[in-house]
């Protein structure tokens, strides 16, 4: 039978090409021709409604259309999988910002060129990774791979999709200017999806006019690190047709993946990146002059100086217009990427779950990159793009790989049971550590303990170290039994310094029963934005502040027999700017708190805590 033109027969392969998709188990099946030499290729340049480049024209958008030569002669319209990305044509070479200076000063000299890290980018999936489609986690890659990746259309072209990849402007064969994250991308993103509804012109290689006759114009982005972050940005736009997203790893703040509550923070891996650098090198366009300005005022209003969130990072946050977002969204993460930071997904999944848009959330023990099964992409394209009921509104909203890799469904994340647990942090009797407790602390004089910062410092090194004039620890008792946090992770402190500028990092850490450290998430700050990410306030050396702030959030179990931690540190090498050493910072113990989001609250950490 059919329904609304879907075919839900059992045709196979081997049978007639099918009048519709056929739908199995809610899930469109692969029964149209997986052979490439029946597929229809065409290369079209999309025109924009923007002049990024300044050439007085507007600029065009370079993609390569894929779909079924069969359902064209069957009259079957197909719905689009379409991915953008500017990393098509590979990457420039870039020298990174030099991080190895006092805070508050401008310093660009670099260390040296890099390649993102020293090694070829896989342009298809970003960061050197190459995402197995039918697997629960992301594969690292071992050296560079086909410019356009031919995935989704072996993927998606059997089950009556067509597929689109388009490079972002400024890449490629595209022209504009590349902008990070700028209005400009999101528009020229944006274009592709209103081409497939006959909004906006297409052209091929010889200026001729193309249509698209054989689309739906129901269309579904998705795309992993900068590829899912252009989904999340077009999907703020509530262009009409598109239908669903996929972001996989994907950025929702340019601010967030570049700052962190004032502090100047690398994306994991790339100390010392930022728009400037990465627009350096996604620039790949012919024309390498005409942009050379656009670069420049990346680096200018970027304001490496203070880290303040400006006019500059508003433009690049699409949660002011999540409002806007109506398409169905699937949002992929690892719990242990530390280059796009749990930040980006959680901040975006709540938002969208606040205002009722369709959402799912896959969180895996990965890094970064990692795509859900082929099967649970498939139910979401097949439910928004096809238009058949099979109920995946109604599945469990979060899937998460567990620390020994098993898939557990919930029916939300965080996990609703997960209650804001307020712990207080004694004072060292020993000079190795202190203590997390539920208990409450000495009020009256303050017990005040310091830490003076040494940047060369790892920040796992010292979560290792007993003892260490440059940390403070304090750790719970020994855990008679399990403790999930869900969750983001807040900290406040009242503390003071004897330098005018300071990093403050703040680390989540399970020891094991060897007393092995396990850095579960981080987070840090500027005392000089305490009041506002927005405006830097001096600090007076010798006077006390209050710091509340965010670590990074997670899904994580503390199993018995290990101990929940908090470690203070000033600067974390990996990710802050690195001063000089020496700043002495000054811990009133009695009158900070970590307040952690724990299933079952204070009750459960009270029982667990032995």
Not at 39 to 48: A, G, N, Y
Not at 502 to 512: I, M, Q, R
């Amino acid at each position: 039978m059919t329904l609304a033109g879907v075919a839900t027969t059992s045709a196979t392969a081997d049978a007639a090409a099918p009048v519709g998709p056929v739908i199995q188990d809610g899930m469109a099946q692969p029964v149209f021709s997986s052979n490439r030499n029946d597929w229809i290729r065409e290369e079209v340049w999309i025109e924009t409604p923007v002049d990024s480049d300044g050439d007085g024209r507007n600029d065009r958008v370079h993609a390569e259309v894929t779909r079924l030569r069969e359902t064209e002669t069957a009259g079957l319209k197909s719905p689009v999988v379409y991915e953008v990305s500017p990393y098509y044509a590979g990457g420039n070479p870039i020298t990174n910002h030099n991080v190895d200076h006092d805070l508050n000063e401008a310093v660009r000299p670099g260390k040296g060129w890099q390649n993102r890290g020293g090694s070829v980018r896989n342009p298809a999936t970003d960061e050197r990774l190459a995402v197995a489609a039918d697997a629960d986690e992301a594969a690292v890659g071992t050296g560079p791979q086909p410019a356009i990746s031919t995935s989704h259309e072996s993927n998606w072209l059997p089950r009556g999709f067509a597929v689109v990849h388009a490079e972002s402007l400024g890449s490629g064969k595209s022209d504009g200017c590349p902008t990070t994250g700028g209005r400009n991308e999101t528009i020229g993103a944006k274009s592709v999806v209103d081409w497939l509804n006959g909004r906006a012109r297409a052209y091929n290689a010889t200026g001729g006019e193309v249509k698209a006759p054989w689309t739906t114009g129901k269309v579904g982005m998705i795309g992993t690190s900068y590829n899912g972050t252009l989904p999340n940005a077009v999907a703020s736009t509530g262009v009409d047709g598109l239908e669903a997203i996929v972001p996989i790893s994907a950025i929702s703040s340019w601010y967030d993946y570049y700052r962190a509550n004032g502090a100047v923070v690398a994306p994991g891996g790339y100390q010392g990146e930022d728009t400037d650098v990465l627009g350096e090198y996604v620039y790949t366009r012919a024309d390498r002059q005409v942009c050379r300005s656009v670069i420049e005022e990346l680096a200018k209003a970027q304001d490496r100086v203070t880290g303040d969130y400006n006019a500059f990072w508003d433009e690049r946050n699409y949660m002011n217009d999540v409002g806007k977002v109506h398409a169905a969204v699937l949002v992929a993460h690892g719990l242990n990427d530390w280059n796009v930071k749990t930040k980006h997904a959680a901040q975006w999944y709540e938002a969208l779950k606040a205002r009722g848009v369709p959402h799912k959330i896959y969180l895996h023990q990965g890094g970064h990159g990692g795509s859900p099964s082929v099967n649970v992409l498939n139910r979401w394209f097949t439910r928004y793009l096809w238009g058949y009921e099979n109920g995946v509104e109604n599945d469990p909203r979060a899937l998460i790989q567990r620390e020994d890799r098993t898939l557990v469904e919930y029916a939300e994340w965080p996990e609703p049971a997960a209650a804001a647990t307020e712990l207080n942090l004694a004072p060292s009797t020993d000079g190795a550590s202190g203590v997390l407790t539920g208990d409450k602390t000495r009020l009256g004089k303050p017990v005040t303990e310091t830490i003076v910062d040494d940047a060369s410092k790892r920040a796992q090194t010292l979560a290792d170290t007993v003892t260490s004039p440059n940390r403070l620890a304090y750790k719970s008792g020994t855990l008679t039994g399990a403790v999930r946090l869900s969750g983001t992770p807040q900290v406040s402190l009242r503390m003071s310094y004897d330098r005018p500028a300071a990093n403050v990092t703040a680390l989540l850490v399970d020891y094991d029963q060897n007393g092995k450290a396990k850095i579960v998430t981080r987070g840090w700050v500027d005392p000089q934005n305490r009041k506002s990410i927005s405006k830097t306030e001096p600090v007076k050396p010798g006077s006390p502040y209050r710091l509340d702030f965010d670590m990074q959030p997670h899904d994580y179990v503390f199993q018995a027999g290990h101990r929940i931690a908090i470690v203070l540190l000033s600067s974390d090498y990996e990710y802050t700017i690195r001063p000089t050493p020496g700043t002495t910072l000054y811990l009133d113990t009695t009158k900070s708190t970590v307040t952690l989001p724990l299933v079952g609250g204070a009750a459960a950490f009270t029982a667990a805590n032995g």
